[in-house]
C-alpha cells in the first residue's frame, strides 16, 4: 500500500475522470528515474491535451511542483513530478509503445486498493 499523498490526489482525480486504461507502476526498486510510473490514456489527443492541463491544475492548486513537461500538443505527454512519472496517451500511442511491456519488471498497484 502506497503511502504517497502526491499520488493519492493524482489516482483520485483520474479516477473521476473518463480515462480509457489507468496504471500505476512501482519503478522504486528498480529504476532511479521515480518511485511511480502513472500510465493513462484517453481516446484521442484533444483529450490527451485537455486532460494533461487538468492535472498540471490540479497538482499546482495542491502545491505540488513540476519537474518537467515533454511532448505537449502531441499524441504522448510526459509529465514529471519528481517522484511520480505520469504517461499520458492517446489510445494508439499506447498501444504502439506498450509501457507496460517494457517496465514488466515493476510491480503494477491495483488503483482500487493500494493506493
Not at 16 to 30: C, F, G, H, Q, R
Not at 75 to 88: E, F, P, S
Amino acid at each position: 500500500m502506497s503511502n504517497n499523498k502526491k499520488l493519492k490526489t493524482l489516482i483520485d482525480f483520474l479516477k473521476e475522470k473518463k480515462t480509457s486504461s489507468l496504471k500505476v507502476l512501482d519503478i522504486s526498486k528498480i529504476s532511479i528515474i521515480a518511485d511511480y510510473f502513472v500510465i493513462v490514456s484517453v481516446p484521442t489527443q484533444k483529450n490527451v491535451e485537455s486532460l494533461d492541463s487538468d492535472i498540471c491544475d490540479l497538482m499546482d492548486k495542491n502545491g505540488y511542483e513540476l519537474r518537467n513537461k515533454e511532448g505537449v500538443h502531441s499524441k504522448w505527454v510526459l509529465i514529471d513530478y519528481n517522484d511520480i512519472v505520469i504517461h499520458l496517451f492517446d489510445d494508439e500511442y499506447k498501444d504502439f509503445y506498450n509501457l507496460d511491456k517494457l517496465w514488466a519488471d515493476a510491480k503494477e498497484l491495483d488503483v482500487e486498493n493500494d493506493i
